[in-house]
Protein backbone atom coordinates (compact mmCIF):
# COMPACT_ATOMS: atom_id res chain seq x y z
CA UNK A 1 0.00 0.00 0.00
CA UNK A 2 1.20 3.58 -0.49
CA UNK A 3 0.59 6.08 1.66
CA UNK A 4 0.92 9.30 0.40
CA UNK A 5 -0.35 12.77 2.47
CA UNK A 6 -0.56 16.00 0.69
CA UNK A 7 -1.85 18.85 3.45
CA UNK A 8 -5.09 17.67 5.60
CA UNK A 9 -5.91 15.03 2.82
CA UNK A 10 -4.61 11.93 2.99
CA UNK A 11 -5.21 9.22 -0.14
CA UNK A 12 -4.60 5.61 -0.22
CA UNK A 13 -3.32 4.61 -3.66
CA UNK A 14 -2.82 0.70 -5.14
CA UNK A 15 -1.39 1.30 -8.36
CA UNK A 16 2.48 0.62 -8.86
CA UNK A 17 3.25 3.90 -10.34
CA UNK A 18 2.62 7.30 -8.57
CA UNK A 19 2.88 10.62 -10.23
CA UNK A 20 2.14 13.88 -7.76
CA UNK A 21 2.12 17.44 -9.40
CA UNK A 22 1.94 20.33 -7.38
CA UNK A 23 2.62 23.90 -7.45
CA UNK A 24 2.72 27.36 -5.44
CA UNK A 25 3.76 26.27 -1.54
CA UNK A 26 2.72 22.88 -1.08
CA UNK A 27 3.91 20.11 0.90
CA UNK A 28 4.12 16.42 -0.36
CA UNK A 29 4.00 13.34 2.44
CA UNK A 30 5.04 10.08 1.15
CA UNK A 31 5.50 6.68 2.98
CA UNK A 32 5.88 4.05 0.50
CA UNK A 33 6.62 0.13 0.95
CA UNK A 34 7.22 -2.28 -1.82
CA UNK A 35 8.90 -3.15 -4.79
CA UNK A 36 9.15 -2.60 -8.58
CA UNK A 37 7.49 0.65 -7.87
CA UNK A 38 7.78 4.35 -9.76
CA UNK A 39 7.28 7.10 -8.19
CA UNK A 40 7.17 11.00 -10.05
CA UNK A 41 7.07 14.21 -7.86
CA UNK A 42 6.75 17.33 -9.74
CA UNK A 43 6.56 20.70 -8.30
CA UNK A 44 6.77 24.40 -9.46
CA UNK A 45 6.44 26.98 -7.43
CA UNK A 46 8.19 28.73 -4.27
CA UNK A 47 8.51 27.49 -0.78
CA UNK A 48 7.40 23.66 -1.52
CA UNK A 49 8.62 20.92 0.36
CA UNK A 50 8.44 17.11 0.02
CA UNK A 51 9.39 15.93 3.00
CA UNK A 52 10.33 18.93 5.44
CA UNK A 53 14.29 19.93 6.08
CA UNK A 54 12.92 22.30 8.68
CA UNK A 55 11.20 19.74 10.61
CA UNK A 56 13.53 16.83 9.74
CA UNK A 57 10.06 15.23 8.69
CA UNK A 58 11.51 12.28 5.85
CA UNK A 59 9.35 11.42 3.13
CA UNK A 60 10.19 7.48 2.84
CA UNK A 61 10.26 5.39 -0.16
CA UNK A 62 10.94 1.68 1.08
CA UNK A 63 11.65 -1.11 -1.88
CA UNK A 64 13.72 -3.01 -4.00
CA UNK A 65 13.67 -2.55 -8.17
CA UNK A 66 12.39 1.65 -7.17
CA UNK A 67 12.12 3.93 -10.07
CA UNK A 68 12.30 7.41 -8.78
CA UNK A 69 12.02 10.64 -10.48
CA UNK A 70 11.53 14.33 -8.78
CA UNK A 71 11.57 17.78 -9.98
CA UNK A 72 11.35 20.70 -8.10
CA UNK A 73 11.39 24.12 -10.13
CA UNK A 74 11.25 27.22 -7.81
CA UNK A 75 13.20 29.13 -5.00
CA UNK A 76 13.59 28.54 -1.21
CA UNK A 77 12.16 24.58 -1.74
CA UNK A 78 12.99 22.09 0.13
CA UNK A 79 13.64 17.80 0.06
CA UNK A 80 14.26 15.71 2.59
CA UNK A 81 14.05 12.09 1.82
CA UNK A 82 14.80 8.47 3.05
CA UNK A 83 15.41 5.77 0.14
CA UNK A 84 15.92 2.24 0.94
CA UNK A 85 16.20 -0.52 -1.70
CA UNK A 86 18.67 -2.49 -4.07
CA UNK A 87 18.59 -1.58 -7.46
CA UNK A 88 17.24 1.93 -7.02
CA UNK A 89 17.10 4.21 -10.07
CA UNK A 90 16.86 7.61 -8.80
CA UNK A 91 16.58 10.97 -10.86
CA UNK A 92 16.57 14.17 -9.08
CA UNK A 93 16.16 17.71 -10.60
CA UNK A 94 15.96 21.06 -8.93
CA UNK A 95 16.04 24.57 -10.30
CA UNK A 96 16.24 27.68 -8.42
CA UNK A 97 17.38 29.33 -5.50
CA UNK A 98 18.01 28.66 -2.24
CA UNK A 99 17.22 25.50 -1.63
CA UNK A 100 17.68 22.42 0.60
CA UNK A 101 18.47 18.89 -0.13
CA UNK A 102 18.67 16.40 2.06
CA UNK A 103 18.71 13.19 0.87
CA UNK A 104 19.76 9.41 2.50
CA UNK A 105 20.36 6.05 0.79
CA UNK A 106 20.13 3.47 2.34
CA UNK A 107 19.87 4.86 6.11
CA UNK A 108 17.33 2.98 7.15
CA UNK A 109 18.19 -0.54 5.08
CA UNK A 110 20.59 -2.23 2.65
CA UNK A 111 20.78 -0.40 -0.47
CA UNK A 112 22.90 -2.29 -3.46
CA UNK A 113 22.85 -1.27 -6.94
CA UNK A 114 21.75 2.52 -6.72
CA UNK A 115 22.00 4.56 -9.61
CA UNK A 116 21.45 8.65 -8.61
CA UNK A 117 21.19 11.54 -10.92
CA UNK A 118 21.50 14.69 -9.30
CA UNK A 119 20.99 17.99 -10.95
CA UNK A 120 20.64 21.26 -9.00
CA UNK A 121 20.91 24.84 -10.35
CA UNK A 122 20.83 28.23 -9.18
CA UNK A 123 22.51 30.12 -6.17
CA UNK A 124 22.63 29.23 -2.87
CA UNK A 125 21.64 25.38 -2.25
CA UNK A 126 22.39 23.29 0.23
CA UNK A 127 22.88 19.85 -0.83
CA UNK A 128 23.46 17.01 2.00
CA UNK A 129 23.44 13.46 0.55
CA UNK A 130 24.62 10.48 2.73
CA UNK A 131 24.38 6.54 1.31
CA UNK A 132 24.75 3.80 3.34
CA UNK A 133 25.18 5.36 6.56
CA UNK A 134 23.97 2.94 9.05
CA UNK A 135 23.31 -0.34 6.86
CA UNK A 136 25.02 -2.21 3.96
CA UNK A 137 25.43 -0.35 0.67
CA UNK A 138 27.64 -1.53 -2.43
CA UNK A 139 27.66 -0.56 -6.09
CA UNK A 140 26.72 2.53 -6.05
CA UNK A 141 26.75 4.86 -8.71
CA UNK A 142 26.14 8.91 -8.29
CA UNK A 143 26.05 11.60 -10.67
CA UNK A 144 25.78 15.10 -9.31
CA UNK A 145 25.89 18.38 -11.39
CA UNK A 146 25.38 21.71 -9.70
CA UNK A 147 26.02 24.68 -11.35
CA UNK A 148 25.64 28.18 -9.40
CA UNK A 149 27.26 30.33 -6.70
CA UNK A 150 27.07 29.68 -3.29
CA UNK A 151 26.50 26.14 -3.39
CA UNK A 152 27.39 23.93 -0.56
CA UNK A 153 27.39 19.97 -0.99
CA UNK A 154 28.36 18.07 1.88
CA UNK A 155 28.06 13.96 1.08
CA UNK A 156 28.78 11.18 3.29
CA UNK A 157 28.99 7.46 1.58
CA UNK A 158 30.02 4.34 3.21
CA UNK A 159 29.49 1.90 -0.21
CA UNK A 160 31.48 -0.44 -1.58
CA UNK A 161 32.41 0.12 -4.84
CA UNK A 162 31.05 3.31 -5.42
CA UNK A 163 31.55 5.38 -8.38
CA UNK A 164 31.10 9.24 -7.24
CA UNK A 165 31.15 11.73 -10.25
CA UNK A 166 30.84 15.71 -9.46
CA UNK A 167 30.45 18.61 -12.06
CA UNK A 168 30.64 21.57 -9.65
CA UNK A 169 30.01 25.25 -11.81
CA UNK A 170 30.06 28.03 -10.09
CA UNK A 171 31.90 30.59 -7.60
CA UNK A 172 32.16 29.91 -3.99
CA UNK A 173 31.11 26.47 -3.56
CA UNK A 174 32.00 24.33 -0.33
CA UNK A 175 32.22 20.73 -1.06
CA UNK A 176 33.29 17.77 2.11
CA UNK A 177 32.95 14.24 0.58
CA UNK A 178 33.98 11.18 2.61
CA UNK A 179 33.46 7.93 1.41
CA UNK A 180 34.25 4.76 3.54
CA UNK A 181 33.66 1.11 2.79
CA UNK A 182 36.01 -2.58 2.12
CA UNK A 183 36.13 -2.09 -1.38
CA UNK A 184 37.39 0.55 -4.32
CA UNK A 185 35.57 4.44 -4.08
CA UNK A 186 36.25 6.65 -7.06
CA UNK A 187 35.54 10.57 -6.97
CA UNK A 188 36.00 12.03 -10.50
CA UNK A 189 35.27 15.68 -9.67
CA UNK A 190 35.02 18.11 -12.27
CA UNK A 191 35.35 22.01 -10.51
CA UNK A 192 34.91 25.04 -12.42
CA UNK A 193 34.78 28.86 -10.51
CA UNK A 194 36.73 30.71 -7.87
CA UNK A 195 37.19 30.72 -4.10
CA UNK A 196 35.96 26.90 -3.73
CA UNK A 197 36.77 25.12 -0.44
CA UNK A 198 37.12 20.86 -0.93
CA UNK A 199 37.52 18.43 1.28
CA UNK A 200 38.02 14.71 0.27
CA UNK A 201 38.80 12.14 2.29
CA UNK A 202 38.91 8.02 1.87
CA UNK A 203 39.08 5.87 4.54
CA UNK A 204 39.73 2.07 3.56
CA UNK A 205 42.41 1.09 0.88
CA UNK A 206 41.01 -2.63 0.75
CA UNK A 207 41.16 -2.12 -2.59
CA UNK A 208 42.35 0.59 -4.53
CA UNK A 209 40.85 4.06 -4.23
CA UNK A 210 41.26 6.69 -6.89
CA UNK A 211 40.43 10.33 -6.60
CA UNK A 212 40.34 12.54 -9.86
CA UNK A 213 39.78 16.35 -9.65
CA UNK A 214 40.14 18.80 -12.63
CA UNK A 215 40.22 22.43 -11.41
CA UNK A 216 39.76 25.73 -13.51
CA UNK A 217 39.27 27.67 -10.18
CA UNK A 218 41.12 30.31 -8.10
CA UNK A 219 41.79 30.61 -4.61
CA UNK A 220 40.55 26.88 -3.67
CA UNK A 221 41.82 25.51 -0.77
CA UNK A 222 41.59 21.80 -1.57
CA UNK A 223 42.70 18.93 0.71
CA UNK A 224 42.49 15.22 -0.18
CA UNK A 225 43.36 12.37 2.40
CA UNK A 226 43.56 9.19 0.99
CA UNK A 227 44.22 6.93 4.07
CA UNK A 228 46.78 3.95 5.20
CA UNK A 229 45.50 1.12 6.42
CA UNK A 230 43.85 1.57 9.33
CA UNK A 231 42.23 4.61 8.92
CA UNK A 232 42.90 8.20 8.92
Excluded: H, R, W
Excluded at 68 to 74: D, E, H, K, T, W
Excluded at 100 to 107: K, P, Q, R, S, W
Excluded at 138 to 165: K, P, R, Y
Amino acid sequence: MKLIKLGLIMVSLFTSATTLAQSTTNSIFIEQVGDSSTIVIEQSGNTNTVGDTGTDTTFVLNGNSQTIAISQQGNSNSLDGNITGNNIDADVLVTGSTNDIDLAIGGTGSAAGSTLDLDVTGDGNTVALTQGALNSATNATQTIAITGDFNTLNGTVETDDVVNTMTVVGDSNNMTTTQSGYAGKNIDMTLTGSTNTVNIEQKSTTVVDSITIDSTSSNSNITISQCDSGGC
